[in-house]
């Protein structure tokens, strides 16, 4: 039987709490939550205080739910479960992250960049796992309540633990990073994703090579060697003593250096070079940036000293995350359609990447909610998807957000463009547009909507299970 992931005293020592009735001390905590309806037995429910919510109005919620105990700043004398009292239930999860991270022993590798983040933590939590016991970030959750949640449900006898880290702002990543104390930091690429919060892109590298700060001694720093800001993030590793630099990319420089990715109906057939030895695995992603994030990935799998052949073997089996780029086909509304949702988030750097994927299945009908966060480049950066628009030559092109309304004036005009006001317009007018046979493109920004759509459409789709699939024990790699 496995050891709980806390014990009652070391749950009160690490986040220095007492016990609202002392008489009576809290069974073991096998889970820790910030959301009452995810709570069940054996669960701490921490209640955030948020500035749309307050988590101490759901005590309740989480005890019925089953929640093993409550940390609280604000006790309730009629709670049905145990309550540990702190001053600040936020500050108090990130002791609680630290120090679920300090008594871990195995290998962490912390991850960064403007864009690929939750992709490639994904890809190396899917490779790892064949290698030993192994505990990653929750779908995107790498700011700074996301990575307190993830290292304080950090098992103590993992053998490799990943973390994604996110910034809005100069300062959060070496916040997060001191708690992270990666022993391997990988930075995918740096763009203007965060141009609203920052003066320049030289201000994004700055703020994103903070994830070296943490980087613990004899450390190892991952980088795409594409990247233009590559010395400014090499010096930054240097300066943080990082024991060896491994780059990757499409280049001739790069150590682990992408070939070659042909796709197909499920994928693609990556070929690569590392260490004058050349590499070959299947992938069910569709697109250059998925290829290129894998040889970052394997960059880390080779600086765990692992098998580098058996791990690329295992991406074969690695799915393409939910709103990144998954294909679906499917019946909606008596039409056969293929659904490319990539609906999760959007930027200059990954519109440009998705387009780029679907060159050789072009889509009818593009579903574009606009790009936030882009500040006063807002409008250039929109009218520049127009020529990669144009050159996909799609049907119809249904907008949502101003941003997106104003750009899509510049599409040919053999695409029919509408704009709609809100996600029902738009289901509205994909309805009335929608073709047997299309092929159905849908991405945006998290806040801009998109996804909402999204899920409209699958909730009325028929999905087909994917034709020649590849097998559940692993695909083929060869190293030559």
Not at 19 to 41: K, M, Q, T, Y
Not at 114 to 138: C, E, R, W
Request: glycine share 8%.
């Amino acid at each position: 039987m496995s050891a709980p992931l806390w014990t009652c005293d070391d749950l009160m020592l690490a986040c220095d709490g007492a016990l609202f009735d002392p008489s009576v001390a809290c069974a073991p905590i096998s889970g820790i939550e910030i959301d009452s309806r995810n709570c069940s037995s054996g669960d701490l429910f921490v209640a955030l205080v948020g500035d749309q919510q307050d988590g101490h109005d759901f005590l309740a919620q989480a005890a019925n739910a089953g929640a093993t105990a409550c940390l609280v700043s604000r006790p309730q004398n009629d709670l049905s479960t145990i309550q540990i009292i702190v001053d600040d239930t936020l500050a108090s999860l990130a002791s609680l992250g630290a120090a679920g991270r300090n008594r871990f022993k195995g290998s962490m590798i912390g991850v960064t960049g403007s864009v690929g983040k939750t992709g490639t933590k994904d890809m190396l939590s899917h490779i790892l796992t064949n290698f030993g016991k192994t505990h990653a970030s929750k779908r995107s959750y790498n700011n700074h309540i996301g990575v307190p949640i993830t290292l304080s449900n950090l098992p103590e006898d993992c053998d490799f633990a990943i973390q994604e880290m996110g910034m809005n702002a100069a300062g959060e990543i070496a916040s997060l990073t001191s708690l992270v104390l990666p022993d391997i930091a990988m930075i995918t690429r740096i763009t203007n994703t965060h141009s609203g919060f920052f003066d320049t892109m030289e201000d994004i590298a700055r703020a994103k090579a903070e994830i070296f700060q943490g980087l613990k001694a004899g450390g190892i720093a991952v980088l795409n060697l594409h990247d233009p800001f590559l010395p400014q993030l090499k010096k930054a590793a240097d300066k943080a003593g990082a024991e060896r630099i491994i780059t990757f990319g499409c280049e001739d420089k790069a150590d682990f250096r992408l070939l070659e990715a042909r796709q197909n109906d499920i994928g693609m057939s990556v070929r690569g070079e590392v260490a004058g030895h050349e590499l070959t695995f299947d992938m069910q992603m569709h697109g250059v940036h998925w290829a290129q994030n894998a040889f970052g990935v394997l960059a880390c799998v080779e600086a765990l000293g692992l098998d580098l052949e058996m791990a690329a073997a295992h991406l074969a089996t690695c799915q393409t995350p939910e709103g990144r780029g998954k294909r679906l086909s499917g019946q909606y509304r008596h039409c056969a359609i293929t659904l490319i949702d990539d609906s999760y988030n959007a930027s200059p750097a990954s519109m440009t990447a998705a387009f780029a994927s679907m060159k050789t299945t072009p889509p009818k009908i593009m579903i574009l909610s606009e790009m936030l966060e882009l500040g006063k480049d807002t409008t250039p950066e929109h009218n520049a998807l127009i020529p990669q628009i144009n050159a996909l030559s799609p049907r119809v092109v249904i907008a949502l957000g101003p941003a997106m309304h104003a750009a899509i004036s510049g599409l040919d005009s053999s695409i029919v463009s509408i704009v709609a006001t809100d996600m029902n317009a738009a289901l509205e007018i994909f309805d009335t547009v929608i073709k047997d046979g299309d092929v159905v493109f849908i991405k945006g920004s998290l806040g801009s909507g998109s996804w909402r759509v999204r899920d409209a459409i699958l909730s009325k789709l028929t999905v087909h299970p994917s034709p020649n699939a590849p097998s559940r024990n692993g695909g083929n790699s060869h190293a030559a």
